[in-house]
């Protein structure tokens, strides 16, 4: 506590003299306790942690300042279903090439990606890009045919037509080698799982024939228009529910 002598002002009459006499009082400052608090020479301070969430008013955007902490998606709320909750991706710049065909389908090696779903409600959206496609051929309808693999089962594959078609999820045609096409599919995936998912690329040619991926299947190296040389990308979102 402090203690303060103050003078109070007051006069008391004296019946004989009529004089006046003044008269000094001791006052002393209480220590407060509780979410505000005093110290002994009467400044106060607020607590750490007394100010809540209920105790704040509407509050200016200019108000607030400094670094957000760090969050994933899955910290986000009250956001009807569809969030992107992460995001993994894989660039493959080389080239692979192979000469298996028909129902035999080989791994493109490089272009695989990862994710772990936070969630058994959650989806995977996949993008797939091949940039560019050639056959080491000038047979006209050489196709190339793709998988996508969700670990070693194929997803997003056609429907057996009953004959023990050929299913894969998307392919091109190549007429020569001179040929630039490239491939996309995208594909909405529903795991139901929250271990670690690998998705990657299986691809199929056609008559025994050289299917090149990011390059021409010639080998050609120089620097004009057919000899370009490309990337693929496979992209996973997790969507939440």
Do not use: W
């Not at 096409?181 to 998912?197: C, E, F, G, K, M």
């Not at 299917?211 to 990337?231: C, F, L, W």
């Amino acid at each position: 506590m402090a203690t303060t002598l103050v003078s109070t002002g007051i006069t008391f009459p004296d019946a004989t003299t009529q004089t006046t006499k003044s008269v000094d009082t001791v006052y002393t400052h209480p220590n407060h306790s509780g979410d505000v608090t005093s110290t002994a020479d009467g400044a106060t301070v607020i607590a750490n942690g007394a100010v809540t969430d209920a105790k704040i008013g509407t509050m200016s955007s200019s108000k607030l300042t400094g670094a957000l902490p760090a969050i994933d998606g899955s910290a986000l709320t009250n956001l009807s279903a569809g969030k992107v909750l992460q995001v993994v991706s894989t660039t493959k710049t080389d080239t692979f090439s192979t000469t298996v065909q028909d129902n035999t389908f080989a791994a493109l090696t490089g272009l695989s990606v990862s994710i772990t779903p936070s969630a058994t409600s959650s989806k995977v959206l996949i993008f797939v890009n091949i940039g560019k496609v050639s056959v080491g051929t000038n047979t006209d309808g050489m196709v190339t045919n793709f998988r996508i693999k969700r670990d070693s089962t194929s997803i997003a594959k056609g429907d057996d037509g009953g004959n023990s078609n050929l299913l894969c999820a998307f392919s091109t045609t190549s007429s020569s080698a001179d040929d630039a096409l490239s491939a996309s599919h995208n594909y909405l995936d529903s795991p139901s799982s929250t271990s670690l998912i690998a998705y990657s690329i299986d691809m199929s040619g056609t008559n025994g024939s050289a299917h090149a991926i990011n390059y021409r299947a010639d080998g050609g190296t120089t620097s004009d228009a057919p000899q370009a040389r490309t990337s693929c990308t496979i992209t996973v979102m997790e969507i939440g529910a």
